[in-house]
């Protein structure tokens, strides 16, 4: 059997994510009829795991296209798609065990900077925070060792936004 090509690697998780997501969507409507029929504390608590397990669920099927979109552009499973006044990607960082936070920072600095300056100047506009604003930790660390981050921002007039909030870098911190 031969071994998988990386497209067909991310090809393979876009699709199971996909599936996952539909589901739990199927799932999610069969507790939500439960709960109209006899609405219940318990069921509305089991609604509530439901909704945040598809909410992850969803965001790991985003997480998968936008790594299928980055290697169809870039032939590389990190880096930037600058497209439709948003930014999207990853990037790999080698972030040092036991790194003080200001190393953490510089080390994503050093990774993100030069990729997310010429993704802003793609769009046309220019960049409203430092970059490492515009990261989310994912959980691990990839193959080689690295910590990897999501990049999300989007265009607000003539600037570049984090399209990270604050309050899901502090969910996944």
Known sequence: MSEMTQQERLEAELAAAEVTVARLRAENAKLAEVFRAEPTEEGREGLKR????????????DAARAALVVFKKTGSEHGLVAEGGRVTGTIAALVK???????????IEEALNEALNEAAEELGVVLAATSVNYTRERPGRDGEGRTVLEV???VEGDRLVPGVSRAAKRLRG
């Open 97 to 107: 065990p036991g790194a003080s936070r200001e190393e953490r920072e510089e080390a």
């Open 152 to 154: 999300a921002g989007r």
């Open 50 to 61: 439901a909704a945040a397990s598809l909410s992850a669920a969803r965001d790991r099927a």
